[in-house]
């Protein structure tokens, strides 16, 4: 089954994890990074999880899960030790359309964590339709010396040229051959060099 690729914004979303632990600290910590307003149910949780909920940075219940946990919820993430309490709160979000990834369970999942490289606002996503997360994770290592720290600075960059270029009277085609021209390996050296992105406006 083909997956359909999709980066979400979820500033202001309603998320639920189920599970404080070793798998679901990070996925909390996913969606906060997010923007998410991230509900949290587990009787126990990590220390990272009870600092955040000291912080006012999530809402944590400290105890069981509860299928009214899932009202008003955008989307939820099973990281239990429990593969059948997994299991249940996939088929509880299935009974109300919410969104559920449990961990490590491919079947009870209606989308999976891609293996990201993050420069920044550039974000490499790598999934192999959950058959080979240890592929995807050597992948991203690849890819993570490929593309080093200096695209963090050279998308911003770009993204001051663009809104530039769009504040300008141009024709369409031509802004659009200015913003190629932008990105290739040549301009990347120059920026790398110089921390400067130069716009070309003439033909040719």
Not at 45 to 70: H, M, Y
Not at 163 to 178: G, H, K, N, W
Request: net charge positive; proline share 5%.
């Amino acid at each position: 089954m083909s997956l359909f690729p999709v980066f979400m914004k979820l500033r202001g979303r309603t998320c639920l994890v189920v599970g404080a632990g070793r798998a679901g600290e990070p996925k909390i910590q996913g969606l906060l990074a997010a923007g998410a307003s991230v509900n949290v149910v587990a009787p126990k949780g990590t220390e990272a999880v009870v600092q955040w909920a000291c912080a006012g940075k999530i809402n944590w219940q400290a105890r069981s899960f509860e299928p009214s946990d899932l009202d008003g919820v955008f989307l939820v993430v099973a990281a239990t030790a429990s593969r059948l309490l997994n299991e249940n709160v996939y088929r509880e979000a299935q009974r109300r359309g919410v969104l559920c990834n449990a961990v490590d369970d491919p079947p009870h999942c209606d989308f999976y964590y891609p293996a990201v490289v993050n420069r920044g606002e550039l974000q490499i996503a790598i999934s192999t339709n959950g058959h080979s997360p240890a592929l995807a994770q050597r992948l991203r290592r690849e890819l993570e010396q490929q593309f080093g720290p200096e695209y963090t600075r050279w998308v911003e960059a770009l993204g001051r040229e663009r809104q530039r270029l769009f504040a300008r009277p141009l024709d369409p085609e031509e802004r659009r051959r200015i913003l190629h021209g932008l990105v290739t390996q040549e301009r990347f050296e120059e920026f790398v060099q110089g921390n400067t992105v130069r716009m070309h406006f003439g033909k040719g």
